[in-house]
């Protein structure tokens, strides 16, 4: 199992981006979001898609638009803004970002022109039943994701992050790049980090890899262990209840179109049944 040596640079958070449709359940994401952005002191860039709607005329073709859908959302978007610079005492500089189009597109956009430190999305939608079972358009972008991406489940009030889970699967090698940022977020939330890796019984190899783990992060408060279980998700949330976890977080392995398509990730199935935010480091 190759190691590499950590990069030495600081790591600093300039730019948070949050994706929000304006859904009931999207609040819970978008006070994390001002929180965090607020503890960090970052700028906070927030962006919504609308679809713009066409106009046609007597035969048929379209004569034209209307902005009435994009004045809506700068509305909403403005009155999300005021209350964040409110609710922070204007510590927080917010920006705000009206898309004309599907909000993949908006967040992919929005990534490559900002270039952002996180992604930040409320793992509901629209639908929490649905998006629990059959996830939603956050799970669906973690194999993907270009940016660690921070997902938000209903319910998950903002604290100041102090432990943190970090799952790992030693049965291939360790980025050791996201391994790097992993340790990087710990050490920006000032947290602790509690490294599990879900197997019975560890063999030799597994052993060696958990050490060159720890050796890696000799200088970061953690401990490891290996937990028993059949359901990752399962393992996680007991662990983090005994442990009072504030976060979990993942290190999630490309994938292809083909995989993508016919299976869900470890980090996917995780987010999507987990209590507590849920950080795809990469």
């Not at 679809?51 to 999300?80: C, K, N, W, Y």
């Not at 319910?155 to 996201?178: F, H, N, T």
Request: with cysteine; net charge negative.
């Amino acid at each position: 199992m190759p190691f590499y040596a950590f990069p030495s640079s600081q790591f600093f958070m300039k730019t948070i981006l949050l994706a929000t449709d304006f859904s009931n359940h999207e609040f819970w994401a978008a006070d994390y979001a001002c929180q965090l952005a607020n503890q960090l002191r970052t700028h906070l860039a927030i962006v919504h898609a609308y679809t713009p709607v066409t106009l046609a005329d007597m035969h048929g073709s379209v004569a034209s638009f209307t902005d009435q859908e994009r004045f809506l959302a700068i509305s909403q978007l403005s009155r999300m803004r005021t209350r964040m610079t409110s609710a922070t005492k204007g510590a927080i500089d917010v920006s705000i970002i009206a898309f004309p189009g599907d909000a993949e597109t908006a967040i992919d956009t929005e990534i490559a022109r900002l270039k952002p430190d996180l992604l930040v999305m409320g793992l509901a939608g629209q639908n929490p039943e649905k998006a629990r079972l059959e996830g939603s358009l956050a799970t669906k972008r973690i194999p993907r994701t270009q940016v660690p991406m921070l997902l938000v489940p209903p319910g998950a009030r903002y604290r100041r992050v102090q432990s943190i889970i970090l799952a790992v699967d030693l049965s291939e090698p360790i980025d050791a790049l996201a391994l790097a940022n992993a340790k990087r977020f710990a050490k920006l939330f000032g947290a602790t980090l509690d490294i599990v890796c879900m197997e019975d019984e560890p063999d030799e190899a597994l052993q060696k890899a958990a050490e060159g783990i720890r050796k890696l992060l000799a200088d970061q408060p953690h401990t490891f262990s290996f937990l028993s279980g059949n359901d990752l998700s399962i393992v996680l949330d007991d662990f983090r209840a005994d442990h009072k976890a504030d976060l979990i977080m993942m290190l999630p392995k490309p994938h292809t179109c083909f995989q993508t398509f016919l299976m869900e990730s470890n980090t996917q199935h995780v987010a999507r049944q987990s209590l507590v935010p849920v950080l795809a480091a990469i």
